[in-house]
């Protein structure tokens, strides 16, 4: 009796390690190809919105290059810092690309903000936007984007682009870092793609009508197969002066990213606790699976 219980017990020891192994490898055989993090890409929105409003010429708009600069190192990217005018304005964008071929695709977002709240209705209105989803939230799509883009993908280089958020005043245009940019290309990527308030926690993606129509069915498409159609509405509804419309101007399909219905855009309410992790993670993932499927 004792050694058919021993018999036993190693069986049933055995089984249980067959079903863990086979838990194991169906876990690793299923699941998703991304690794992009939604909490990472929180913290770098976190540690932007720490530094303060981005706005031109201030101490908080050298410390942000200064950190996506760094991250970008860490992640392995090679990043040059185009410095330029546009109609007699400073321009510094951040250009990261992690291989020697001319880019196919760009992925941009802009890392200024505003110098005024002036959507606001009291007396936040007379204060730079805090930029915690318009900004932050972009920024912090690429930075996770650069850390987990499988090697050997497509090349693309990732586009921070200055100077888009001012427009209106002290005589400054809206978009002059992406229109510098796209007047200096040398080289017609396939597409360039721009995320612009991405990080609501009440997420509401529609269809840009200025957009490339297929660049945005793939893309909507995408975020749909990964069972985030809630965030990625296929419905257009605002046409937007944004990043975008410089490459489109240029004959480059182009499409926005943008949730333009955020109650608290330019406004001194555009804080930190307005973002989550869940709606960075649904963009990220969309736009890392739809890059990986370009190879
Ligand atoms: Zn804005």
Redesign the pocket.
Known sequence: MATRSIRLSILVSLGIILIALSGWLVYHAFRPATSFNGQRALQDVAAQFAFGPRTPGSTAHAEVIAYIQKELVNAGWTVEIQSTEWLGFSVQNIIASCSSSAPRIIVGA?YD??LLADQDTGLGRNQP?P?AN??ASGVSILLELARTLPAGSVPISLVFFDA??NGGLDNRQWIMGSQAFVKSLTVKPEAAVIV??VGDASLNIYEERNSDPKLTAEIWAQAAALGFAKYFIATPKYDMIDDHSPFLQAGIPAVDIIDFDYPY??TSADTLDKVSAQSLQAVGETLLAWLVSKK
Do not use: I, P
């Open positions: 802009h903000s505003r936007v930029g318009d900004g888009e958020d612009d308030m855009w330019h």
